[in-house]
């Protein structure tokens, strides 16, 4: 796994504040509530609304 259980303990959707899942097959961290995917590049989480897509 590329990001650490420490960091996905503490990341939440930034649109409703719910927990995320960590997607490895397409690196992603999903929210199952908004129904929004927000991708991973790099190792580093992209959590801007804005470039997330939908599930």
Request: proline fraction near 7%; aromatic fraction near 4%; include cysteine.
């Amino acid at each position: 796994m590329a990001i650490s259980e420490k960091l996905l303990e503490i990341l939440v959707c930034p649109k409703c504040k719910g927990a995320l899942q960590y997607v490895s097959e397409n690196p992603s961290l999903d929210c199952l509530h908004c129904r929004l995917s927000y991708p991973v590049k790099e190792d580093i989480p992209v959590m801007l609304i804005d470039e997330a897509k939908g599930l």
